[in-house]
Antibody, heavy 125, light 106 residues
Framework: QEQLVESGGGVVQPGGSLRLSCAAS????????IHWVRQAPGKGLEWVAFIRYDGSNKHYADSVKGRFTISRDNSKNRLYLQMNSLRAEDTAVYYC??????????????????WGKGTTVTVSS | IQLTQSPSFLSASVGDRVTITCRAS??????LAWYQQKPGNAPKLLIY???TLQSGVPSRFSGSGSGTEFTLTITSLQPEDFATYYC?????????FGQGTKVEIK
């Protein structure tokens, strides 16, 4: 079955760096765009970043722009999130999510249909 | 684009009909999805395209709306439906989520 598994979370000091990884299986990874979404403790969902299926296009939330970099290696079926200059407010569970698409009457409807279980990042001194 | 859900908190009984509203700060046609999240779990896709039920999701869930106002309706609330529900716009970037609606047992 389609599956995403995140790894790489941990405790890091403010100003530090961390690289998250997301391993995909059960679907053709190179055909799909993938998102990172995070959730701070006790808070709602926050969209973080997206990368197109071939890596040619990327988008970021303003809160992480210039500090985080999303990338992928389609030969390894892996997605990455390089997080630099980490702040306390980056503390969260980070999920990767596959972007699905449905076409109805020539309109493209996107959604996030497969999610990993998440990896926890804690930024604290 | 900002999404505002109402209510933020809802107390209901098993068997109740529940409606959650999501309002967008500007028109997003039908580019809206709904997710359900239970504590300690990842979100689960319920509806996309404002009204299309994801495969495997019970038919008691339904979505409607277009433009700036959308609703998620659960007819006959079941014990496993007590969770937090989020809307998300997929019209443009950033792919914002609503703040969530927590549905608890009365």
């Amino acid at each position: 079955q389609e599956q995403l598994v995140e790894s790489g979370g941990g405790v890091v000091q403010p100003g530090g760096s961390l690289r998250l990884s997301c391993a995909a299986s059960g679907f053709t990874f190179s055909n799909y765009g993938i998102h990172w979404v995070r959730q701070a403790p006790g808070k709602g969902l926050e969209w973080v970043a997206f990368i197109r299926y071939d890596g040619s296009n990327k988008h970021y939330a303003d809160s992480v722009k210039g500090r985080f970099t999303i990338s992928r290696d389609n030969s390894k079926n892996r997605l990455y999130l390089q997080m630099n200059s980490l702040r306390a407010e980056d503390t969260a569970v980070y999920y990767c999510a596959k972007e699905g698409v449905a076409v109805k009457l020539n309109y493209y409807y996107y959604y996030m249909d497969v999610w990993g279980k998440g990896t926890t990042v804690t930024v604290s001194s | 684009i900002q999404l505002t859900q109402s209510p933020s908190f809802l107390s209901a009984s098993v068997g109740d009909r529940v409606t959650i509203t999501c309002r967008a700060s500007q028109g997003i046609t039908s580019y809206l999805a709904w997710y359900q999240q239970k504590p300690g779990n990842a979100p689960k896709l319920l509806i996309y395209g404002a009204s299309t039920l994801q495969s495997g999701v019970p038919s008691r869930f339904s979505g409607s709306g277009s433009g700036t106002e959308f609703t998620l309706t659960i007819t006959s609330l079941q014990p496993e439906d007590f969770a937090t529900y989020y809307c998300q716009q997929l019209d443009s970037y950033p792919r914002a989520f609503g703040q969530g609606t927590k549905v608890e047992i009365k």
